[in-house]
């Protein structure tokens, strides 16, 4: 059973591009988490999902950035327009659909805008 | 808000040496508390969790104790190994949610 997949690794774009970050969660896992770790920070919530569903993005901020889990493939997380402050690390984590379960997380991708 | 608080890096061990990487949180509630471990290259991987107050959590030869009188979830270890050189992180999260509040990280060296 493969692990939670994130793609890619290491993601470099210039400052008003498109970044699209994908995460294939752990088969079974109905459930997908976005992270973000700045520089010298914690890992901090954005936006949990479910399949088709948006169930909380209380931690997105309010433009520019989006998410889907679309029924058939990935999850996406996308930031239009990058700026250089949203370089960071972003981890997904994947759970099965049951409560009080261990999230599995991957590897996260690096974006580095330039 | 709930938080974590984790003392700062990096740690630097000679190996058999006793580890504690200190953690405490503000919580309303009664959250579950959890140490994840982060591998370089890797991604982060639950190390050891406590759901309740002085419950202790354990693994690969990890300690941590859920003290509620003190906010606390130290993270001990008796004997440490170049192989547990990584980044610790301390988080929790309330009982009945999803999210996880992570603490900023520490990162630990141990050598030969």
């Known amino acids: 059973n493969a692990g939670v997949m994130q793609n890619p690794r290491h993601l470099v774009r210039r400052r008003g591009q498109e970044a699209r970050l994908r995460c294939s969660p752990m088969k079974g896992h109905s459930h997908v988490y976005w992270y973000r770790q700045l520089p010298e920070e914690g890992l901090k919530f954005m936006v949990y999902?479910?399949?088709?569903?948006?169930?909380?993005e209380s931690g997105m901020p309010k433009e520019r950035f989006s998410a889907e889990f679309p029924k058939e493939g990935p999850s996406i997380l996308r930031i239009q327009q990058v700026v250089r402050g949203d370089s960071a690390a972003y981890f997904c984590?994947?759970?099965?659909?049951?409560?009080?379960?261990?999230?599995?997380f991957g590897q996260g991708t690096r974006l580095t805008v330039v | 808000g709930d938080s974590v608080t984790q003392m700062e890096g990096p740690v630097t061990l000679s190996e058999e040496a006793f580890l504690t990487i200190n953690c405490t949180y503000t919580?309303?509630?009664?959250?579950?508390l959890f140490w994840y471990v982060q591998y370089p290259g890797e991604g982060l991987q639950l190390l050891l969790k406590?759901?309740?107050?002085?419950d202790k959590g354990s693994n690969k030869g990890f300690e941590a104790t859920y003290r509620k009188e003190t906010t606390s979830f130290h993270l001990e270890k008796g004997s440490v190994q170049v192989s547990d050189s990584a980044v610790y992180f301390c988080a929790l999260s309330d009982v009945s949610s999803y999210k996880l509040i992570f603490g900023s990280g520490t990162r630990l060296l141990v050598r030969p």
């Open positions: 406590a759901t309740k107050a002085d």
């Open positions: 999902l479910q399949k088709e569903n948006i169930i909380d």
């Open positions: 984590a994947s759970s099965p659909p049951s409560e009080n379960t261990e999230a599995f």
């Open positions: 919580a309303t509630g009664y959250p579950s």
